[in-house]
């Protein structure tokens, strides 16, 4: 084909369906072609406007004569009409996850572990590829047709996100041909990706919106692809890398790199600087040069991976049941920056405890915008010894929650005075008190800060999800005295918002309305909303489940409640004291008697895919960067339970610094022991495998 290519200058109108037919499969190669070259190799023959010609003749086309359309058609990149759930679909062969470790070492260990499986003369090789951070997906193609897209889910079966793939320019609908036969099947795998800069843009769209940003590009692209409707998968901009055939039929490959050269050949866009090397020298090497330049890069990398090139050593070698013995990845450090503490600020908590949060001078941390990270308590403010005005380095933990790592002695720098926590609520004056590291407002209902954070909790998107109701508008709500208790947030008239800052017609109308849509919930949603001390979105599923209604939830004793899969002593003491409590009390009838219609889970086991959930771990020591009630909040998003005590039920100890005797009593009964590094390596695994898990979680659902 000349690169002109034909001049489709045509009158969709005045085609016979012959013609039309001609045409249309004329149009289908040209636009894949053209599309292939301005998406995976960047090198645009024609003008936008030029191919939007095309596409426009294309489409009428497709509109006159409906048996021309057809799902390789480039006008399936739009999207297509939503659907009402994801099927689970089998992949053509297992997803396998991979081994991985921060540690150089650990490469070496790996190198001579294959080298002596291999036997001494092996000549072996690695192919070395970035390790993308993503949300990884299998691609099959028939006769060179994209036939179906499937999540990587458990790995032996996930959802079928084919339209949502569809809409993934670099994604080819059909394999180019010109240089390499099309095989009989091919299933790829790829990982799917926001670029950095498309995701800032998307997230401050969110926040303009009202809206929860996204913690990272990762958790967006796997959101993303989870759509029911396709449409609003095409509008956010991903990428699709390949790098590794999991199945072809009709042709063989010797060589990991002869896949990747037909990959290429058949027009997937590709990680960038796959090398092949032969020893682990170099592969550290990699590494390191990776390292150092993976913030030059658009889309977000955590790594290399480092597999072995031949294909029938890795035959020989095998796999686990979960990771191939021929591949690891070699992570990197989490992200370090340094930074200044502009003032530790105190924040007040919608359960009342005073937080002492470092507000920084702004600073990239791995493409995100760090400015604030809590400090915890005060406990931990003078252990590390952070004031006002210090220089401090910053990391986010595990790629995601910033972090104060510690302070730098900076020559010259002056210091102020060591931080102290105020003895008066800063947000209602009330005189805290101590709880342990803790420091607590006791004015529950009336402190204004308190009611703010119950506000913006009410209206989370795993809560009621109500549209517009960000952190931004409960803070004015309250500061100007239009919501004084959270079941006025159901007396609120637009008339009230309107002349508020942000503020218009549309916009107060809107939030009225979809506060007034949310009368009507699920229970589980609801639950979660009141911010019941214990009860995250997990144990307020299982209660609504268990208990089916609101009425049965408050009057539940005891025995009721610990009845409970999940619930034991101390969190059932904790939501009775609340329902006790008779100012609580008088809050929720108030609430309740808001609502239209708590609507109770379908009467099922939960079908959770998490490899985690219901997993019952158990922490002990320090955690060398963590908080506590981090690693609880990471255990419990994937559906864990964090108990106190060590028994036979447990599941995982997570051993930090100065273990107690659960670590020797975790050792005797032969437990899983986990230290900080693999804690938040199987917590990032979980939640791989819990985005690509619809019927998980009914509130990871997504703009529903
Ligand atoms: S190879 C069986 N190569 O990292 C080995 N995986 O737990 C197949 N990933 O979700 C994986 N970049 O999707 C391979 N260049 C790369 C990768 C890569 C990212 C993902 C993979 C999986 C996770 C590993």
């Known amino acids: 084909m000349s690169s002109s290519g034909p001049p489709f200058d045509i009158d969709a109108d005045a085609l016979s369906a012959d013609e039309a037919g001609a045409t249309v499969r004329a149009l289908h190669n040209d636009l894949h072609r ?63 996850s991979l081994d991985s470790s921060e540690d150089p070492e650990a490469l070496r260990k790996f190198d001579e572990r294959l080298r002596k499986a291999l036997g001494e003369g092996a000549d072996i090789r690695y192919i070395l590829e970035p390790k993308l951070d993503g949300a990884s997906i299998e691609l099959v193609y028939e006769d060179g047709v994209l036939v179906r897209a499937v999540t990587r889910g458990n790995g032996r079966a996930g959802e079928d996100v084919t339209a949502n793939l569809r809409t993934v320019p670099s ?20 990982e799917v990706m926001m670029l950095i800069s498309a995701f800032e843009r998307f997230n401050a769209g969110l926040v303009a919106d009202g809206k929860e940003p996204y913690a990272s590009p990762r958790n967006s692209a796997a959101g993303a692809i989870r759509q029911l409707d396709s449409r609003l998968t095409a509008e956010r901009e991903l990428i ?57 890069l658009d889309y977000e990398i955590d790594g290399i991976v480092v597999k072995l090139d ?62 604030r990270a809590s400090l915890h308590n005060r406990e931990e403010v003078a ?41 008066h609520c800063p947000s209602c004056g009330t005189e805290v008190y101590e709880d342990g590291p803790r420091t607590v407002c006791p004015n529950t209902f009336g402190c204004p800060a308190q009611l703010t954070g119950r506000l913006v909790h009410f209206g989370a998107r795993n809560a009621l999800d109500i549209e517009g109701l960000g952190e931004e508008t409960a803070v004015l709500l309250v500061d100007r005295d239009l919501v004084t208790e959270l079941a006025g947030l159901f007396d609120l008239e637009a008339e009230q918002l309107m002349d508020l800052p942000g ?59 610990t009845a409970v899969h999940g619930i034991g002593e101390r969190m059932s003491e904790a939501i009775r004291g609340f329902f006790a409590n008779e100012r609580v009390a008088a809050q929720l009838d108030a609430v309740a008697s808001q609502m239209r219609e708590l609507v109770p889970p379908p009467e099922q086991k939960a079908a959770t895919d998490s490899p985690l959930s219901g997993k019952k771990f158990v922490f002990t020591g320090g955690l060398p960067t963590l908080a506590r009630s981090e690693a609880k909040k990471l255990a419990e998003s994937v559906g864990a339970k964090v108990t106190g005590s060590v028994s036979k039920a447990t ?40 985005t690509d898990a619809p019927e998980a979680d009914p509130f990871t659902a997504e703009e529903d």
């Open 34 to 96: 053209h599309a292939r070259l301005y998406y995976v190799e960047a090198a645009p023959e024609i003008s936008d406007a030029e191919y939007d010609r095309r596409f426009r003749l294309l489409q009428a086309l497709e509109e006159r004569f409906p048996d021309l359309a057809s799902d390789d058609s480039p006008t399936q990149r739009v999207g297509a009409e939503p659907a009402d759930s994801l099927e689970t679909v089998q992949h053509v062969v297992p997803m396998l």
């Open 171 to 190: 994604v080819p609908l059909r394999l180019n041909e010109e240089v390499r036969p099309s095989p009989r099947l091919l299933a790829v795998r790829g």
């Open 240 to 296: 699709c890398l390949a790098y590794d055939v999991l199945a072809v039929e009709g042709t063989e490959f010797e060589h990991d790199r002869d896949g990747v050269a037909a990959l290429r050949d058949w027009g997937f866009a590709l990680p960038e600087r796959i090398e092949v090397v032969d020893t682990a020298d170099e592969v550290i090497a990699y590494h390191a040069r990776f390292a150092a330049d993976r913030d030059d």
């Open 310 to 371: 031949d294909l029938d050593m890795r035959g020989e070698v095998g796999s686990t049941s979960h990771h191939p013995r021929w591949a690891m990845a070699l992570k990197f450090e989490p992200r370090k920056e340094v930074t200044k503490i502009e003032q530790i600020a105190i924040s007040v908590g919608r359960t009342g405890i005073l937080t002492p949060v470092a507000l920084m001078r702004p600073v990239e941390v791995g493409g995100v915008t760090v400015s």
């Open 383 to 423: 252990r590390k010894d952070i004031r006002d005005g210090d220089t401090v380095r910053i990391q986010r933990a595990g790629d995601v929650i910033p972090q104060v790592v510690e302070r730098i002695e900076v020559e010259g720098e002056g210091r102020s005075r060591p931080f102290v926590m105020p003895t």
């Open 503 to 561: 503020f218009a017609e549309k916009s107060a109308t809107a939030l009225v309305a979809a506060v007034d849509r949310r009368r009507s919930t699920e229970l589980a949603r609801f639950l979660h909303g009141l911010g019941i001390p214990e009860v995250g979105q997990t144990v307020a599923r299982d209660l609504a489940r268990h208990f089916r209604t609101f009425e049965a939830i408050r009057a539940a004793d005891d025995e009721a409640l």
């Open 651 to 690: 599941d995982y100890v997570v051993v930090g610094e100065d273990p107690g005797s659960k670590y020797d009593k975790a050792v005797d009964l032969g437990l899983e022991i986990l230290d900080e590094d693999g804690f938040v390596a199987l917590m990032k695994e979980a939640a791989e495998a819990e």
